[in-house]
């Protein structure tokens, strides 16, 4: 599209907005114009003028129905993305769905797996009880202690509470921690 083509748009477009019929009564204004005020009609023979106004609006034609199709085009290949985003989304729902189900069972079937699970958990102690028993009393032995003294006078609210161990954190009679300095000042 060229300027050109563009520079009478607004004066057209407000001659158009004033035709209350649409298109025809704009299209016979136009007519009625070349009719009063030129020799269109007079200045040529009647096939060279017809031939010159279908020529026009053919081309025109062309023009608009190749852009309509590309909207077409354009409008089809976003709904195609949009869809199978969507799909895919989906599929992916469903699988999490399918990976994290919740399957009814028995009373039965349920007591079976709790059992496995403890005698696991029962011969992974038993394991690791006999493979080295010295290893829980050096646990034992590493049990944070209280903080009986301190240098500073700027420490005495310390007093009283627990030793960190070597990992920041604690270690009590049935659990044991540690944590960054990171993670306590985050």
């Known amino acids: 599209m060229s300027a050109n083509e563009e520079q009478f748009d607004n004066i ?12 025809p009564e704009f299209l016979h204004t136009l007519a009625s114009f070349l009719r009063r005020k030129t020799d269109f009609y007079t ?4 096939a060279e003028w017809e031939k010159m106004l279908l020529d ?13 199709e590309e909207k077409l085009k354009a409008r089809e290949a976003t709904q195609r993305l949009k ?8 599929e992916a729902r469903q ?7 919740i399957c009814d069972i028995t009373d039965e ?13 029962r011969q992974q102690l038993l394991a690791s009880a006999a493979g080295d028993s010295a290893s829980v009393t050096a646990v ?24 960190p161990n070597s990992g920041n954190g604690c270690t009590l009679d049935k659990y044991m921690w540690t944590q960054t300095l990171q993670e306590v000042e985050g």
């Open 12 to 23: 057209l477009l407000a001659l158009a907005e004033k035709h209350r019929g649409g298109v």
């Open 43 to 46: 200045g040529a023979k009647q």
């Open 56 to 68: 026009v609006f053919r081309k025109e034609s062309k023009l608009a129905m190749a852009a309509h």
């Open 83 to 90: 869809d199978e985003k969507e799909r895919a989304e989906r």
């Open 95 to 101: 699988k999490e769905m399918d990976d994290n189900k």
């Open 109 to 121: 079937e349920a007591a079976a797996i709790i059992k496995e699970e403890e005698d696991k958990k």
């Open 140 to 163: 034992n032995e590493e049990l944070s202690k209280p903080i009986e003294k301190v240098e500073d006078d700027s420490e005495k609210d310390e007093l009283g509470k627990l030793q």
